[in-house]
């Protein structure tokens, strides 16, 4: 497994070179100036979740954290459709998500979820970002969005539930009662209606997503660096690289699942998902 990190100058017109994971090129990243532009890059798979990009991302989160130059990191999606898909479900079911590896588990979802670094992260959510790209955006400090971009946790219209820190993180994030609704319909939120409700922090048309999130990381990087970390760890809650008061969140989204995905409804709402057809729900 090797990992490359390309760096070049702060212009935003370069092409990203890939991080290269298990002969897969999963994930880009690229350091411009002071920062790391990660790419999600999977669009064939509308960027969806598997071990590569998952390996890919915890790689280049662990270098922003552990290169001094590095003051601040952008992740975005390849491609104008998708940001990310969520979980790759023929991934899942071949257990390339279930991993042995310490490490990996402890980065959470996407190798992002639970991989608490001290340098500002900003998503640039350049389409739609349903269920596991919504959890990536709530686990981010700060988000820009293109026009087009919609967000949502629609889980439950699958029989399962947002495990990668959805069903917490988003009703802290906006009102409670309109997370709430998000969580039991399954409703998608558009980039305005998410701008209005606090979940980002910019909307602009596509072409612009990338130039607006620099612009919002340049404004960051007026300041000195130590002390925007520092901010950000008592902020979050960070303490050696952990936030102790998501403990228990984590460990209880882990119990509800298991009873959860031992359920009828739960393989019902999969199948009828693979077959595109409507559930037949059971309360079983």
């Known amino acids: 497994m090797t990992t490359q990190i390309t760096e070049t100058s702060a212009t935003i017109n370069l092409a990203p070179v890939p991080v290269t994971v298990g002969g897969e090129s999963a994930v880009l990243a690229e350091r411009r100036g002071h920062v790391l532009l990660i790419t999600l ?6 960027n969806a979740v598997n071990k590569h990009l998952t390996q890919g991302v915890g790689d280049a989160l662990d270098y922003a954290e552990n290169t001094p130059d590095v003051w601040c990191v952008i992740i975005t999606g390849a491609g104008d459709r998708a940001f990310c898909a969520g979980a790759d479900l023929k991934a899942a079911a071949a257990g390339e998500l279930s991993s042995d590896d310490e490490t990996v588990r402890g980065w959470g979802f996407a190798g992002y979820v639970t991989h608490h670094i001290s340098k500002p992260t900003i998503a640039a959510v350049n389409g739609f970002a349903l269920g596991g790209g919504t959890e990536i955006t709530l686990a981010s400090d700060l988000a820009v969005a293109a026009d087009t971009a919609t967000f949502g946790l629609p889980e439950v219209k699958r029989g399962i539930y947002a495990g990668a820190g959805g069903a917490f993180r ?13 969580i039991l319909t399954g409703k998608p939120i558009t980039a305005q209606r998410a701008l209005e409700l606090g979940l980002i922090n910019r909307v602009v048309d596509a072409h612009s997503l990338l130039p607006a999130a620099f612009a919002l990381a340049d404004e960051i990087l007026a300041n000195a660096p130590l002390a925007v970390q520092a901010s950000k760890r008592i902020a979050q809650g960070i303490t050696d690289g952990q936030v102790p008061d ?10 509800e699942g298991l009873r959860l995905m031992a359920t009828e409804d739960a393989r019902e709402g999969m199948t009828a998902f693979a077959q595109k057809r409507a559930p037949q729900w059971q309360g079983r």
């Not at 890059?41 to 509308?46: G, I, K, L, T, V």
């Open 41 to 46: 890059n999977r669009p064939e798979a509308r």
């Open 246 to 255: 998501e403990a228990a969140d984590w460990e209880r989204g882990a119990d």
């Open 170 to 182: 988003l009703p802290r994030q906006i009102p409670h009662k309109v997370a709430m609704e998000a």
